[in-house]
């Protein structure tokens, strides 16, 4: 069976429930779903990002999940502005596991334009 | 009344080029400043963001047009709205002038569906450059300011 990994950035306290759980859940709040990057360089550039916007959160982490792409054909596919090639895991699809934490953050690659 | 725009990013000489082309219009402004300040602003209605960045918000994978989501404001440190948006189907060719006029465009039909339907009202709309189509990859940020400026004085002239 072929099977994608795509890359999620979760905050501390998503990242506890992970740690728990081993699965990503919705939070309580009413969020809508969840998104993934196609790439570790969308997801490390986004980690930066969030970090610089809000720092009083702390480091964020990566995570991956390794899905079947029959599992896939259920996300919805986004190309965002700036961002790279996103999925989005509507609500009826959590819980979704299980998750991979990365110990480390890969430094990001630049390209020459 | 049209929403105030507001450019921040932490490079000078990029603040300088599109400040360069916004001169004249004060409705329009880019200024040096960090994201974790401009959050914060005073004044600040409202912040754009591409979607995964305003998911603890809402936001929903909505093509072609942005959203308008409210945060907890001062509790989380945040503007009282975000505007989410930025996602394009993902096999359509696209340029970086391209998605720029699209984002801005969206978020210019959001704020105005926002004001003539709610209450409350977004008179200021704050965007970091860093998550918005002006990456300044292709596009300088001299050309950016140029498009943003037309698209803007465009829009108050289409509502006059």
Not at chain 1, 24 to 37: C, P, T, W
Not at chain 2, 105 to 111: E, W
């Amino acid at each position: 069976m072929l099977n994608v990994t795509l890359y999620r950035v979760v905050t501390s306290s998503e990242l506890t429930d992970i740690v728990v759980t081993g699965e990503y859940h919705l939070e309580a709040g009413g969020v809508e779903g969840k998104h993934f990057f196609q790439s570790v360089d969308d997801a490390v550039r986004f980690a930066r990002r969030m970090f610089h916007m809000r720092p009083e959160e702390g480091p964020y982490t990566i995570t991956s999940i390794t899905i079947s792409v029959f599992t896939l054909k259920l996300f919805g596919k986004l190309a965002i502005s700036g961002e790279g090639m996103a999925w989005f895991a509507p609500e009826i699809l959590l819980p979704l596991g299980p998750v991979d934490v990365w110990a480390y953050c890969p430094w990001e690659r630049t390209y020459e334009t | 009344m049209k929403p105030r725009l507001i450019f921040a990013d932490e490079r000078e000489e990029v603040v300088e080029g599109l400040q360069q082309e916004f001169d004249g219009c004060e409705e329009v402004k880019a200024i040096c400043l960090p994201p974790a300040q401009l959050r914060r602003l005073e004044n600040l209605d409202a912040l754009y963001l591409s979607l995964p960045y305003a998911e603890r918000w809402g936001a929903k994978p909505i093509l072609y047009k942005a959203q308008v989501l409210k945060t907890r404001g001062k509790e989380e440190g945040m503007p009282p709205f975000v505007i989410a948006g930025g996602a394009f189907h993902p096999d359509q060719m696209r340029d970086e002038k391209y998605e720029l006029r699209q984002v801005i465009t969206s978020v210019f039909d959001a704020v105005e569906t926002f004001n003539r339907e709610s209450p409350e009202k977004i008179l200021t709309v704050g965007f970091w450059t860093e998550i918005s189509p002006l990456q300044f990859n292709r596009v300088s940020p001299k050309e950016a300011g140029q498009i943003i400026r037309e698209m803007y004085e465009d829009w108050i002239q289409a509502a006059a």
